[in-house]
């Protein structure tokens, strides 16, 4: 795979992990575009076609789960990954998000950037996430 040719759009409202998701991504060789609110990506997402969209959900006015419903009605048969990554860790909006067509749900604190990098780079092969590094373990 090469990351070049993949294209990547980040909807994420906080500055600083924006920031630093795009320089990780960026620095790993993706093109990589970003919003800070759902409305905003939506409509980057309407303009054009990415191979990976990294969603938050917890957004200012219109939430990553409307985003993605919005955007799965309007395209159906789309073939855009798509990771949800958040803090939010309820059962009901896994599931939501799941229903949408998320691919994968990654709990922002459980990854470093690096770890983030890794799980596009593996959506974008097909393999699996993987689970998250247990604190507690020795490692």
């Known amino acids: 795979m090469d990351p070049n040719s993949k294209k990547i759009i980040l909807i994420e409202d906080e500055n600083f992990i924006r920031d630093l998701y795009v320089r990780q991504l ?8 970003s ?5 905003s990506g939506l409509n980057m997402l309407k303009s054009e076609p990415f191979d990976l969209l ?7 006015g219109m939430n990553g789960l409307q985003v993605l419903r919005e955007f799965k009605t ?3 048969n789309s073939k855009m990954i798509t990771i949800l990554l958040t803090n939010l ?3 009901a909006v ?7 067509g998320a691919q994968a749900y990654l ?8 770890q983030v990098v890794m799980e596009v780079k593996n959506a974008l092969m097909g393999s699996q996430p993987t689970p998250p590094p247990n604190p ?3 490692q």
Do not use: R, W
């Open 136 to 138: 507690t373990s020795p």
């Open 35 to 39: 919003a800070m609110d759902g409305q």
């Open 54 to 60: 990294l969603l938050d959900i917890m957004l200012p």
């Open 74 to 76: 309007q395209n159906p």
């Open 26 to 33: 960026t620095k790993a060789g993706f093109q990589v575009k």
């Open 89 to 91: 860790g309820q059962e």
């Open 94 to 100: 896994i599931k939501e998000g799941f229903e949408l």
């Open 107 to 114: 709990i922002k604190a459980s990854y470093t950037p690096d």
